[in-house]
C-alpha cells in the first residue's frame, strides 16, 4: 500500500505541517514564513499574501508559544472593555483591532460587564498568557490591578478617560468636561428644567455629576436623575422617562448616558404623544449610527470612537516599540445638534 506523503494537522495520524514545509512549498526562508505571520509588515506584500495562502493551504498551525519564548514576544494584545453590546466601544475596538493586526498583533477582547473587579479577574487571566500589552477602559481599577501592571511593566494604554493617575499612556477625552459644556451650552439656550437618564456606569456619572454641578453654579432647579444597574438599552430609556414623569417631574431637557438609552426616552415620549423637542429635548452620547435616522434626529455628544480607537493603537505600538511618546492624549468631543433638541 502506497504511503500518503501529504500532510495535514486535521488528519488524525500524520504528522503536523510544520514552518519547513510551509518554506519548502513556499520557495522561501523559514524566517521570511515566520515574518509573514508574525510581523507582516516586515515583508513586501506580494510574498506575505503568497506565503499566507500556501499557509491556509496546508493548514499549517503557528506555534506562537515556541516564538513568544525565542523571541520573548508574544505579539498579543488584550484589550479589555465594558461590553461588547454597545456599538460605541464595538466602533473603537474594531479600529483598535484593524491596526494592530495590520502591524502583526492579534488581539484578545474582553468584557468587564462595568466591574473593576471582574476586570481583575479577566487580568489575572489574560497575563498568563504573556500579553505584550495592554488596553484597558477607562482609568478606574482595584489596587491590584494598578499594582501588578506597575511590576509587570507591560505597556498600557488607559482608553476613554483622561484623569491626574496614569498608569502608563491615556488616550481619550474628560468626561466632566462634557458634562460642563453640555450644562453650558443647552442652559445657554434658555433650558432650566433637567433631567438625566442612564446606567450605573462610573464615566456616565461623572458626566452627570459635573453636570449638576455647572448647573448649579448657574442657577438651575434641581436635577432629576434616573439611574439603572444595568446594560444600556431602550427600555432603560423608557422605564427612565416613564419613572419620571409619572413621579410628576416635567424636565425641559433628558441628558442620556448613551444614545441607545436616548432612543428608548423617544420612544417613550412617542408613545404619550409629547412633542420633542417642542415639549421635551432630548440628548444621548456616543454617536451611534442609527441615532441620526431617528425621529426626530437624535441630538448627541460625539466622541469619534473611530478615531479614538486608532489613536490608541498608535500609542500602544509607539510604547510597544520602546518610544514613550505624549503621556495623554485628548481626542476631545463636539455636541451635535440634531432635531431632538
Known amino acids: ?48 499574501e503568497h506565503v499566507l495562502e500556501i499557509v491556509r493551504s496546508m493548514g499549517y498551525v503557528p506555534n506562537i508559544m515556541a516564538g513568544a519564548l525565542a523571541t520573548r514576544k508574544s505579539r498579543l494584545v488584550a484589550i479589555l472593555l465594558p461590553t461588547i453590546a454597545n456599538s460605541i466601544y464595538s466602533i473603537a475596538v474594531q479600529a483598535i483591532i484593524a491596526r494592530l493586526s495590520a502591524a502583526g498583533y492579534q488581539s484578545l477582547v474582553g468584557p468587564t460587564g462595568y466591574s ?37 511593566r507591560i505597556p498600557v494604554v488607559e482608553a476613554w478617560d483622561l484623569s491626574d493617575d496614569l498608569l502608563d499612556t491615556q488616550v481619550g477625552f474628560s468626561h466632566e468636561k462634557v458634562g460642563v459644556a453640555v450644562a453650558e451650552h443647552f442652559h445657554a439656550k434658555g433650558y432650566r428644567q433637567w433631567a438625566v437618564v442612564g446606567i450605573d456606569d ?30 444600556a438599552t431602550w427600555e432603560v430609556g423608557r422605564r427612565g422617562l416613564a419613572a419620571l414623569l409619572d413621579a410628576g417631574a416635567r424636565p425641559q431637557i433628558v441628558f442620556c448616558s448613551s444614545d441607545t438609552v436616548a432612543l428608548g426616552v423617544l420612544a417613550e415620549a412617542a408613545s404619550r404623544k409629547i412633542a420633542v423637542p417642542d ?31 486608532r489613536q490608541v493603537a498608535e500609542a500602544l505600538l509607539r510604547r510597544l516599540e520602546g518610544v514613550s511618546g505624549e503621556a495623554q492624549v485628548d481626542t476631545s468631543f463636539e455636541i451635535l445638534e440634531r432635531e431632538s433638541t
Do not use: W
Open 1 to 48: 500500500m502506497a504511503r500518503k506523503s501529504a500532510r495535514n494537522n486535521g488528519n488524525r495520524g500524520e504528522s503536523p505541517v510544520t514552518v519547513k514545509d510551509v518554506a519548502l512549498k513556499a520557495g522561501v526562508s523559514v524566517m521570511t514564513v515566520s515574518r509573514a505571520i508574525q510581523r507582516p509588515e516586515l515583508v513586501n506584500e506580494a510574498t506575505r
Open 116 to 152: 473593576p473587579e471582574n476586570e481583575e479577574l479577566l487580568l489575572d487571566a489574560i497575563l498568563g498568557r504573556r500579553p505584550d500589552g495592554i488596553v484597558l477602559t477607562g482609568t478606574l481599577h482595584t489596587p491590584n490591578i494598578r499594582s501588578r501592571l506597575a511590576s509587570l
Open 202 to 231: 462610573p464615566r456616565a456619572m461623572r458626566r452627570c455629576h459635573s453636570l449638576v454641578a455647572r448647573l448649579e453654579a448657574l442657577g438651575a432647579a434641581d436635577v432629576q436623575q434616573q439611574i439603572f444597574p444595568s446594560e
Open 279 to 309: 415639549e421635551l429635548a432630548v440628548l444621548g452620547f456616543g454617536n451611534i449610527s442609527n441615532g441620526q435616522f431617528a425621529y426626530p434626529a437624535l441630538s448627541t455628544v460625539s466622541v469619534n470612537a473611530q478615531e479614538m480607537g
